[in-house]
């Protein structure tokens, strides 16, 4: 009797325990405004998970006087493989971008880029730009997903720029939002760069992009 009452007790202690936290892989955050804006990378404790990775955006008052926004955390994608993320701000707005991996249980996931807009006080997307990375045929017929990664994020007057890496058999990126002329032209090597137009305006232009 005493036996069982020792194992009662052990259970209640393990149903009680607080769960394990994701761990930080990678972060990187920017000020504007007297508020504090962190992308993340988490990653599963379980091992099992079919998306062990996700990204996450997080706010904060650094200077009360200039920043009045309530402090929140949104969860924005979940990964396969393991993200690249990049965040910037300029007069003009707070933007972010991450590349990531779809998961598909019977086919190739898709390898993404995405770009937001954020409204600073709500962390919601005011505008939100997708390449992916396409293993292309010669002929423009037939494709597959291929990876594509993020290296860097960079806001100049008048437009957005980002930069990235085409890994294994990609030969060409695909714009999605918005959406470019099929086929796109075949990759020239294996680095890239998108520039938006007047991102942060109210058009919403096609990117260039060019591969070298």
Not at 79 to 102: D, F, M, Q, T
Request: hydrophobic fraction near 40%; charged fraction near 15%; proline fraction near 8%.
């Amino acid at each position: 009797m005493r036996m069982v009452g020792t194992i009662a007790v052990g259970i209640v202690a393990l149903l009680a325990s607080p769960a394990q936290a994701d761990s930080v892989i990678s972060s990187k955050q920017v000020s504007w405004q007297g508020c504090a804006y962190t992308i993340k990378v988490l990653r599963e404790d379980d091992p099992y998970a079919e998306t062990p990775y996700s990204v996450s955006l997080q706010s904060a008052v650094v200077s009360p006087d200039t920043c009045s926004l309530t402090p929140k955390t949104v969860n924005l994608v979940d990964s396969v493989s393991e993200p690249r993320i990049a965040i910037a701000a300029s007069a003009e707005g707070l933007a972010i971008a991450y590349s990531y991996e779809v998961y598909e249980r019977f086919s190739f996931g898709s390898h993404l880029l995405r770009i937001h807009h954020l409204n600073p006080s709500t962390l919601g997307s005011v505008r939100v730009a997708e390449l992916e990375g396409v293993a292309l045929s010669t002929t423009g017929g037939w494709w597959n997903p291929s990876p594509l990664s993020l290296s860097q994020l960079s806001l100049y007057p008048g437009s957005l720029e980002v930069y990235g890496y085409l890994q294994g058999g990609t030969n060409a990126i695909k714009s999605n939002s918005p959406a470019t002329s099929w086929p796109p032209p075949l990759a020239q090597g294996n680095r890239f760069e998108a520039i938006y137009p007047d991102f942060f305006g109210a058009t919403q232009q096609p990117p260039q992009i060019v591969t070298y």
